[in-house]
């Protein structure tokens, strides 16, 4: 069965502070992977997308990172600002057919603190 | 301007009631998808729909669910007899050419009583 796991589950910073969060996915056949941020309310926004070749992409202060050898993914996040707080979550499709199927993480819920 | 509209925001239901979530995503595209979140958990996929046909659905998407695409433009999910479990946050989201979810709605919150 498809799985992603994120970590950590909740994170809280200083603003002005850089973060690291954590994805790791059992999905197969892989095709990208996607962050994604969501505001309480609101529905999630992609942040990044990444096929199989690609190791790294960035967005502003975002910068996601990917290794399919060991399935692990991450999202940086440099110079955190309020605005940040939010639930940030990895999203991994699979192609099965000419379908994409997402399986979707948890999210780490990140708040950032004057 | 968001890229998809969802009404109504907020759906409150009798149990065993009718319900239809409503989306309409501004630009004519063929990819579409239903997701729902159960409070405090994560998104899950319902229902990919391409060119006006169902492509693939998950197995919360039993024949209590149906979605139609009734006027070329909106884009519905109808849940025939609610249950309470149906509680939720219901997102539709657009696809890109490549059919993959790119550009989700704020939601309609759905409250079965």
């Known amino acids: 069965k498809n799985q992603v796991e994120q970590s950590p589950q909740s994170l809280i910073i200083l603003e002005g502070k850089n973060c690291t969060l954590q994805c790791n996915y059992t999905v197969s056949p892989f095709s990208n992977l996607r962050w994604y941020k969501q505001d309480t309310g609101r529905g999630p926004v992609s942040l990044t997308i990444m096929t199989f070749s690609e190791n790294t992409k960035s967005n502003g202060r975002y910068t996601a990172t990917l290794d399919a050898d060991t399935k692990q993914s991450s999202l940086h996040i440099t110079a955190s600002q309020l605005s940040d707080s939010a639930s940030y979550i990895c999203v991994v499709s699979d192609r099965t057919g000419g379908s994409y199927i997402p399986t979707f993480g948890r999210g780490t819920s990140l708040i950032v603190h004057p | 301007e968001p890229e998809v509209t969802q009404t109504p925001s907020h759906q409150v239901t009798q149990m065993g009631q009718e319900v239809i979530l409503r989306c309409v995503p501004i630009?004519?595209?063929?990819?579409f998808y239903w997701y729902r979140q159960i409070l405090g958990q994560k998104v899950e996929f319902l229902v990919s729909f391409y060119n006006n046909e169902i492509s693939e659905k998950s197995e919360i998407f039993d024949d209590q669910f149906s979605v139609e695409r009734p006027d070329g433009s909106n884009f519905t999910l109808k849940i025939r007899s609610t249950k309470l479990e149906d509680s939720a946050m219901y997102f539709c989201?657009?696809?890109?050419?490549?059919?993959?979810?790119?550009?989700f709605g704020d939601g309609t919150r759905l409250s079965i009583l």
């Open positions: 989201a657009r696809g890109t050419p490549g059919g993959q979810p790119q550009h």
């Open positions: 630009s004519n595209h063929l990819y």
